[in-house]
């Protein structure tokens, strides 16, 4: 079991270390991350969630149905309940509250679920679990958040005119490869269109480098960021990492929605670390920027014992 949990999880944190390395050793700084993001969000990712969704047999992608309900319910729960807790009851402004709902209800699982939940389960298995996870942060998480942060900002005095509208911002993330490119591939599925061998493997090529290039991007974007730990980092740093996880394991598994390994696959899909584009966010708004940070630090550092903990909980 050691093994294992050696296997899924110490990859992650030593490439996203060396991207911190290469940025203290200034060979990368913030824009240079920004580039590699912008090319694992535009080809890589979209090319590695096509290719693995279409090599996927139809009967395996409609099996999953209950267990993307369930991940779809459970990423939107972790959103706004997080939201309306910092916002209402502990009294955050606007855009800190949004942020901060980002950080605990959006797991990295497009940049870390790849290597982790492919080891553990496959490639094709992975695939759906990142594809549906990816689809909800484009198309909900992402979205709302702007919206937020626009509204926070122009209460601020920092911008003007209304913020744009849930539906043109869902209209504009429909847009990105990210969203279009894992739904073709569903649609390619269940339409039972093959995808020509020379064709997938030259897709392959550059979404084989998807996993390492985000990490490392990722650490550099750490690295740019001054680290500090208090209250509310912890707080987002162990609801992202252990109460998501924890309270969806305990609510599905008396319902018996899904199966036991399909448990295990959302469990650990949810207990990976915060994703690194609420950095992102936080920097273009300039609201909360080294809180978010440091969570984002602190949740993927501390996610080898605690993804580690699920994975021998669950025995996956």
């Given at each position: 079991?050691?093994?294992?949990?050696?296997?899924?999880?110490?990859?992650?944190?030593?490439t996203?270390?060396?991207?911190?390395?290469?940025?203290?050793?200034?060979?990368?700084?913030?824009?240079?991350?920004?580039?590699?993001?912008r090319m694992?969000?535009?080809?890589?990712l979209?090319?590695?969630?096509?290719?693995?969704?279409?090599?996927?047999?139809?009967?395996?992608?409609v099996?999953?149905?209950?267990?993307?309900?369930?991940?779809?319910?459970?990423?939107l729960?972790?959103?706004?309940?997080?939201?309306?807790?910092?916002?209402y009851?502990?009294?955050r402004?606007?855009?800190?509250?949004?942020?901060?709902?980002?950080?605990?209800?959006?797991?990295?699982?497009?940049?870390?679920?790849?290597?982790?939940?492919?080891?553990?389960?496959?490639?094709?298995?992975?695939?759906?679990?990142?594809?549906?996870?990816?689809?909800?942060l484009?198309?909900?998480?992402?979205?709302v958040?702007?919206?937020?942060?626009?509204a926070g900002?122009?209460?601020?005095?920092?911008?003007?005119?209304?913020?744009?509208?849930?539906?043109?911002?869902i209209?504009?993330?429909?847009?990105?490869?990210?969203v279009?490119?894992?739904?073709?591939?569903?649609?390619?599925?269940?339409?039972?269109?093959?995808?020509?061998?020379p064709?997938?493997?030259?897709?392959?090529?550059?979404?084989?480098?998807?996993?390492?290039?985000?990490?490392?991007?990722?650490?550099?974007?750490?690295?740019?960021q001054?680290?500090?730990?208090?209250?509310?980092?912890?707080?987002?740093t162990?609801?992202?990492?252990?109460?998501?996880?924890?309270v969806?394991?305990?609510?599905?598994?008396?319902?018996?929605?899904?199966?036991?390994?399909?448990?295990?696959?959302?469990?650990?899909?949810?207990?990976?670390?915060?994703?690194?584009?609420?950095?992102?966010?936080?920097?273009?708004?300039?609201?909360?920027?080294?809180?978010?940070?440091?969570?984002?630090?602190?949740?993927?550092?501390?996610?080898?014992?605690t993804?580690?903990?699920?994975?021998?909980?669950l025995?996956?």
């Amino acid at each position: 079991m050691i093994s294992t949990i050696l296997n899924a999880m110490l990859p992650i944190v030593v490439t996203l270390v060396l991207g911190m390395v290469a940025a203290w050793h200034q060979d990368f700084d913030a824009n240079g991350a920004r580039v590699l993001n912008r090319m694992v969000m535009i080809y890589a990712l979209p090319l590695v969630l096509f290719t693995g969704i279409v090599s996927t047999p139809r009967s395996q992608l409609v099996g999953h149905t209950a267990l993307t309900v369930v991940l779809v319910v459970a990423l939107l729960a972790s959103y706004v309940i997080p939201f309306l807790i910092a916002r209402y009851a502990v009294g955050r402004d606007l855009m800190s509250a949004a942020l901060q709902a980002l950080a605990i209800g959006c797991p990295n699982v497009g940049f870390v679920g790849l290597p982790v939940l492919g080891y553990l389960f496959g490639p094709s298995v992975a695939s759906i679990s990142v594809a549906v996870s990816s689809l909800v942060l484009v198309v909900f998480h992402i979205p709302v958040t702007v919206m937020l942060l626009t509204a926070g900002a122009a209460q601020r005095g920092d911008a003007s005119g209304p913020p744009l509208g849930l539906p043109a911002q869902i209209a504009a993330a429909l847009k990105e490869p990210m969203v279009w490119g894992p739904l073709l591939g569903f649609v390619m599925v269940l339409l039972d269109i093959p995808l020509p061998s020379p064709l997938m493997k030259s897709f392959d090529l550059l979404g084989a480098a998807t996993a390492g290039v985000a990490l490392f991007s990722s650490g550099i974007t750490l690295y740019s960021q001054r680290v500090m730990f208090n209250l509310p980092i912890a707080v987002s740093t162990l609801s992202r990492n252990v109460l998501v996880p924890a309270v969806v394991w305990a609510a599905v598994m008396p319902l018996g929605v899904i199966s036991d390994a399909q448990v295990k696959e959302a469990v650990i899909a949810l207990a990976i670390p915060s994703a690194v584009v609420c950095v992102i966010l936080a920097v273009q708004f300039r609201a909360a920027e080294r809180e978010i940070a440091s969570t984002i630090f602190w949740s993927t550092i501390l996610s080898l014992p605690t993804v580690g903990l699920f994975i021998w909980l669950l025995g996956a």
